[in-house]
């Protein structure tokens, strides 16, 4: 055991049980709602290589970061990146001056918001160090999980109207009727938003083992076997090889720079990385499992569901000769008409069977965003489980009621929309696409990007790499091979820092 663990901390049940909820908090609405979709609107094949490139380079070393220093550290987020540096250093106070003078540069060009963050983020960093990665796993939650309760929400509805035969719909004005009447009424939308937040409390109430663990253990097979069941119905319809082709055959021709921007992001939103819940996951797990095997097994099963959910979509959509660039309706107005015209009258059976999947895909992410507030609640802050659970819950559900009356546009929000278009000259969409883009677009990958940079300069690579075997502390284990270390080093201190910047300036136009 290593000398650092206390004993007293809740821990998984086993080895299975971290593989399960790591791999439910990764596999969720991003593999079976957004990567269709996403994939849909960018054209296919190279999308879909491009995203698997930045899981392989950018996403797998930075879980590795993640998941080692939380179970070196053994305690929640906040509490282990400042264990590795517990009063700034020089270089950090270095860091800090140049954000505090590049946050004075903003606001005199009035970039007001900007400034102002950058601002707080600056003075944080010179009082608190790198704490201040933990206080943004403990704070991106809230932007995440209140727009991913609404779509979460969306599917339990889904799921009901299936079985309620209230899918019966065959085109897409029907489609879109039904649609409506479940995301543009306030009452309607926001009842079903806070019953699947109140699922995930109830989870998080009942703590890691008896709650996330026992939950994951039951729902994910679950969620497999629907998932093959939905495969062989969708690949045996004609001319379903359409779809398979576009799925896979890249065309780097449709491939625009903000799809690369989006393929990256989506890779850390997909593999739950860049804002250190692999942390607080990994903060809960004996020294006794290995973590490179188990980092391996969980990005093969996130990567594996996302391209078996193409497999059920997309044939699918080819075979009816449905529009694929829907963008988030995608799922929700679709699919239920594919099922019934190919299904006949067990419709409804493969609708509902389509969002229970969908459901429990949410269900089991959405227990984990929560989970890493909670575990900074409790750890650094001393709430108690319980009272972290609810507290942390109605926050992130009251942000998430303003997703939910805010879809389509900001027209239930006004003032919001002013103050944002003042603090950062514009508001694009509306609250619920903000909270999206704003996420995996940008909080994920430069929390990613601050990750690789911390670990791999800051507390060195050889200490993630000392980590990855069972009891890195014990007296037999060996030191880790040059191998291992030149490769691990490369990768996190390197490649995937270049990776992230490359793709940001690609996408501001300047490479
Ligand atoms: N990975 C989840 C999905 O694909 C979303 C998610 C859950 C997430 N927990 C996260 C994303 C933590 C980033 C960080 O739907």
Same mark, same amino acid.
């Given at each position: 055991?290593?000398?650092? =663990?206390?004993?007293?901390?809740?821990?998984?049940?086993?080895?299975?049980?971290?593989?399960?909820?790591?791999?439910?908090?990764?596999?969720?609405?991003?593999?079976?709602?957004r990567?269709?979709?996403?994939?849909?609107?960018?054209?296919?094949?190279?999308?879909?290589?491009?995203?698997?490139?930045?899981?392989?380079?950018?996403?797998?070393?930075?879980?590795?970061?993640?998941?080692?220093?939380?179970?070196?550290?053994?305690?929640?987020?906040?509490?282990?990146?400042?264990k590795?540096?517990?009063?700034?250093?020089?270089?950090? %106070?270095?860091?800090a001056?140049?954000?505090?003078?590049?946050?004075?540069?903003?606001?005199?060009?009035?970039?007001?918001?900007?400034?102002? /963050?950058?601002?707080?983020?600056?003075?944080?960093?010179?009082? %608190?160090?790198?704490? *201040?990665?933990?206080?943004?796993? =403990?704070?991106v939650?809230?932007?995440?999980?209140?727009y991913?309760?609404?779509?979460?929400?969306?599917?339990i509805?889904?799921?009901?109207?299936?079985?309620?035969?209230?899918l019966?719909?065959?085109?897409?004005?029907?489609?879109?009727?039904?649609?409506?009447?479940v995301? =543009?009424?306030?009452?309607?939308?926001?009842?079903?938003?806070?019953?699947?937040?109140?699922?995930?409390?109830?989870?998080?109430?009942?703590?890691?083992?008896?709650g996330i663990?026992?939950?994951?253990?039951?729902?994910?097979?679950?969620?497999?076997?629907?998932?093959?069941?939905?495969?062989?119905?969708?690949?045996?319809?004609?001319?379903?090889?359409?779809?398979?082709?576009?799925?896979?055959?890249?065309?780097?021709?449709k491939?625009?720079?903000?799809?690369?921007?989006?393929?990256?992001?989506?890779?850390?939103?997909?593999?739950?990385?860049?804002?250190?819940?692999?942390?607080?996951?990994?903060?809960?797990?004996?020294?006794?499992?290995?973590?490179?095997?188990?980092?391996?097994? /969980?990005?093969?099963?996130?990567?594996?569901?996302?391209?078996?959910?193409?497999?059920? /979509?997309?044939?699918?959509?080819?075979?009816v000769?449905?529009?694929?660039?829907?963008?988030?309706?995608?799922?929700?107005?679709?699919?239920?008409?594919?099922?019934?015209? *190919?299904?006949?009258?067990?419709?409804?059976?493969?609708?509902?069977?389509f969002?229970?999947?969908?459901?429990?895909?949410?269900?089991?992410?959405?227990?984990?965003?929560?989970?890493?507030?909670?575990?900074?609640?409790?750890?650094?802050?001393?709430?108690?489980?319980?009272?972290?659970?609810?507290?942390?819950?109605?926050?992130?559900? =009251?942000?998430?009621?303003?997703?939910s009356?805010?879809?389509?546009?900001?027209?239930?929000?006004?003032?919001?929309? %002013?103050?944002?278009?003042?603090?950062?000259?514009g508001?694009?969409?509306?609250?619920?696409?903000?909270?999206?883009?704003?996420?995996?677009?940008?909080?994920?990958?430069?929390?990613?990007?601050?990750?690789?940079?911390? /670990?791999?300069?800051?507390?060195?690579?050889?200490n993630?790499?000392r980590q990855?075997?069972?009891?890195?502390?014990?007296?037999?284990?060996?030191?880790?091979?040059?191998?291992?270390?030149?490769?691990?080093?490369?990768?996190?201190?390197?490649?995937?820092?270049?990776? *992230?910047?490359?793709?940001?300036?690609?996408?501001?136009?300047?490479?």
């Amino acid at each position: 055991m290593s000398g650092n =663990a206390r004993t007293s901390r809740e821990k998984w049940g086993g080895n299975i049980g971290f593989i399960l909820a790591a791999a439910g908090s990764a596999v969720g609405l991003g593999n079976v709602w957004r990567f269709p979709f996403i994939t849909g609107q960018n054209g296919g094949g190279a999308f879909v290589l491009v995203y698997l490139l930045c899981v392989l380079l950018i996403g797998l070393p930075i879980m590795i970061c993640e998941t080692t220093v939380g179970r070196w550290a053994q305690s929640d987020p906040i509490g282990a990146f400042g264990k590795i540096e517990p009063t700034p250093g020089r270089r950090t %106070r270095t860091v800090a001056v140049l954000l505090f003078l590049s946050a004075a540069a903003l606001l005199v060009c009035r970039h007001y918001g900007q400034g102002a /963050i950058l601002m707080i983020l600056s003075l944080t960093l010179a009082v %608190r160090g790198w704490r *201040i990665i933990g206080y943004f796993s =403990a704070l991106v939650p809230l932007v995440i999980l209140s727009y991913y309760g609404t779509v979460g929400g969306w599917t339990i509805a889904y799921f009901f109207k299936g079985l309620a035969h209230s899918l019966n719909f065959t085109t897409t004005e029907g489609a879109a009727e039904v649609f409506h009447s479940v995301e =543009a009424i306030p009452g309607v939308s926001v009842s079903y938003q806070l019953g699947f937040m109140s699922l995930c409390a109830v989870t998080i109430w009942f703590g890691v083992r008896q709650g996330i663990e026992l939950v994951s253990k039951l729902l994910l097979p679950l969620l497999f076997l629907l998932l093959v069941v939905l495969i062989i119905r969708s690949v045996t319809l004609p001319n379903s090889g359409e779809g398979i082709r576009f799925l896979l055959y890249p065309d780097f021709g449709k491939l625009s720079a903000e799809g690369i921007l989006l393929a990256m992001g989506h890779a850390f939103f997909s593999l739950s990385v860049g804002l250190g819940l692999l942390t607080a996951y990994g903060s809960y797990l004996d020294a006794d499992k290995n973590i490179l095997t188990n980092s391996l097994i /969980i990005v093969t099963l996130d990567t594996g569901i996302a391209l078996l959910s193409g497999l059920v /979509i997309f044939p699918a959509l080819f075979s009816v000769g449905m529009p694929i660039d829907q963008g988030p309706k995608l799922v929700f107005q679709i699919m239920p008409i594919i099922f019934n015209s *190919i299904g006949g009258s067990f419709g409804w059976f493969w609708s509902s069977s389509f969002f229970l999947l969908l459901t429990i895909a949410a269900l089991t992410s959405g227990i984990s965003l929560l989970e890493v507030t909670v575990c900074c609640l409790v750890d650094h802050f001393h709430f108690k489980r319980r009272s972290a659970t609810v507290l942390a819950a109605a926050v992130i559900s =009251a942000i998430g009621v303003l997703c939910s009356i805010s879809f389509d546009d900001w027209s239930r929000l006004p003032a919001l929309q %002013r103050a944002i278009t003042f603090l950062f000259g514009g508001a694009k969409g509306s609250m619920f696409d903000m909270a999206d883009k704003l996420s995996s677009s940008y909080l994920l990958p430069i929390g990613g990007l601050v990750i690789s940079l911390f /670990i791999g300069w800051g507390w060195g690579t050889d200490n993630v790499v000392r980590q990855l075997p069972a009891h890195p502390a014990a007296a037999d284990t060996p030191e880790p091979s040059l191998a291992a270390r030149l490769f691990w080093g490369i990768a996190i201190r390197v490649v995937a820092p270049a990776a *992230i910047i490359i793709v940001f300036l690609h996408t501001i136009g300047w490479l």
